[in-house]
């Protein structure tokens, strides 16, 4: 069984360019939700796909987009960036919608530096 | 406004003594209450958690307490070892939609 692996590790872009984070979801499960924890705080929840639709979504402008494949593999996309996106972008997946207790298996995060 | 506080940045104990970690949330819709631990350069792994109708649960060295009335949950680690050493998350569920994280406790236990 292979756990939630994220790609690139580490990433430096400059401001108003775009972004593109991937994620391999754990074997089996249908649901992903992506998360951002800037410098000192704990993680923010940016939204949540079940068997590829959007299902949740947190405080976060539209030009923060996702998608989900039939693989349950998943992508963060984020456009125009902003020196504020700096932060470590976590992937997390779980069965079901949601997972009811709310238990999540998180990757080890993308680093994105925006200069 | 945070729903989810920890309002201590670190902790300090020695090894084998007790590690009281806290948190305190404001929404008493919450159903489920999380712990997870962070290593650096790692993702959080999940470490306990406990149900909105249960005022305690237990795995091993690790227990987590419940107090709704105060708004109010624990983790208990005893004895604490210094590979317990880490950043400690509290986290809240509503309905198993998003997981609202408060900022994080440092541990560290030493030997």
């Known amino acids: 069984e292979t756990g939630v692996t994220q790609s690139p590790t580490h990433l430096i872009k400059t401001r108003g360019q775009q972004v593109t984070l991937r994620c391999s979801s754990q074997?089996?499960?249908?649901?992903v939700s992506w998360y951002q924890q800037a410098l000192g705080q704990g993680p923010q929840f940016i939204f949540q796909?079940?068997?590829?639709?959007?299902?949740g979504r947190g405080n976060f402008p539209p030009r923060f987009s996702g998608l989900q494949f039939p693989n349950y593999s998943s992508e963060l996309n984020v456009n125009a960036l902003e020196l504020d996106d700096s932060a470590l972008y976590l992937c997390?997946?779980?069965?079901?919608?949601?997972?009811?207790?709310?238990?999540?298996?998180f990757g080890e995060g993308s680093r994105l530096t925006v200069l | 406004d945070q729903q989810v506080k920890q309002n201590s940045p670190s902790l300090s104990v020695q090894e084998g003594r007790i590690s009281i970690l806290n948190c305190d949330y404001t929404n008493s819709m919450f159903d489920y209450f999380l712990w997870y631990k962070k290593y650096p350069a790692e993702g959080p792994t999940f470490l306990i958690s406990i149900s909105s109708i249960k005022d305690k649960n237990e795995d091993g060295r690790f227990t987590v307490f419940l107090n709704k009335s105060a708004k109010h949950l624990s983790l208990h680690i005893v004895p604490s070892q210094p590979g317990d050493s880490a950043v400690y998350f509290c986290a809240a569920s509503l309905a198993g939609t998003a997981l609202i994280f408060g900022k994080g406790t440092t541990l560290s236990v030493s030997s």
């Open positions: 796909y079940y068997r590829e639709e959007e299902n």
């Open positions: 074997s089996g499960h249908n649901t």
């Open positions: 997390a997946s779980s069965l079901g919608q949601g997972a009811y207790t709310g238990e999540l298996f």
